[in-house]
């Protein structure tokens, strides 16, 4: 009974496995059938995959966008800097 037991297991430990490989194949047909353009986290199956393993193209930001939320973390830092010296 113990040695049926421990078979499930190790049969399940391989349904996971192959699961994680069908995966990855998965995410990379979706790569290739878009213009490939897929962030790294992405590409290693993390966020950024639907659950039929669809793989979402990367957001980019404009240099303005960039721009306005470096400004603005410098006011953050800015206005820190100040109360931490009262």
Do not use: Y
């Amino acid at each position: 009974m113990i040695a049926f037991e421990s078979l499930v297991g190790e049969l399940r430990r391989a349904e996971q496995q192959l699961e994680q490989q069908l995966q990855s194949v998965k995410g990379a047909i979706a790569s290739l059938q878009t213009d490939g353009s897929v962030s790294p986290a992405a590409r290693r199956g993390a966020a950024g995959t639907g659950t039929n393993g669809v793989v979402r193209k990367r957001r980019r930001l404009s240099a303005a966008a960039r721009k306005a939320i470096s400004d603005a973390q410098k006011k953050r830092w800015a206005t820190q800097r100040a109360k931490a010296k009262k």
